[in-house]
Nanobody, 125 residues
Framework: QVTLVESGGGLVQAGGSLRLSCAAS????????MGWFRQAPGKEREFVAA???????YYADSVKGRLTISRDNAQNMVYLQMNSLKAEDTAVYYC???????????????????WGQGTQVTVSS
C-alpha cells in the first residue's frame, strides 16, 4: 500500500509558476513509476506527466516545455514544476503511483494503482 499526499496548489496569475509536491509513504518508492494527472470542472481526468524509476519522463503535448516532472528517491518525493501557466491549466492535480505495467501504457490512468487526494490549481487570466 502506498499513501500519496499532494501539496503546493493555489491561485496564480497567468504566466506565473507553481511547484506541486507529492509525498509517498512507501520506502520502496524508488521502484514505482509516478504520474501527474489533472481534472478540470466538467471534464474527464487527463494525463499530464510521468516519470519512471530510472528517470525517463513523459509529457502531454499541451504541457511540453512548460511543466517539468522530477523525483527525489531519497526523500520519497515527486514534483511538478509548472511555469508559464495558462487559464486552461486550472484543474485539480492528482499524483499517482504504479509498480508493474498492466499493459495500458504510462499515459493511461488505468496503469496506476495508488492515487492522492488532489490539490487545486487555479490560474487567473
Amino acid at each position: 500500500q502506498v499513501t500519496l499526499v499532494e501539496s503546493g496548489g493555489g491561485l496564480v496569475q497567468a504566466g506565473g509558476s507553481l511547484r506541486l509536491s507529492c509525498a509517498a509513504s512507501r520506502r520502496t518508492f524508488s521502484r514505482y513509476f509516478m504520474g501527474w494527472f489533472r481534472q478540470a470542472p466538467g471534464k474527464e481526468r487527463e494525463f499530464v506527466a510521468a516519470i519512471r524509476s530510472g528517470g525517463s519522463t513523459y509529457y502531454a503535448d499541451s504541457v511540453k516545455g512548460r511543466l517539468t516532472i522530477s523525483r527525489d528517491n531519497a526523500q520519497n518525493m515527486v514534483y511538478l514544476q509548472m511555469n508559464s501557466l495558462k487559464a486552461e491549466d486550472t484543474a485539480v492535480y492528482y499524483c499517482a503511483a504504479g509498480l508493474q505495467s498492466g499493459g495500458y501504457g504510462i499515459y493511461d490512468e488505468m496503469e496506476y494503482d495508488y492515487w492522492g487526494q488532489g490539490t487545486q490549481v487555479t490560474v487567473s487570466s
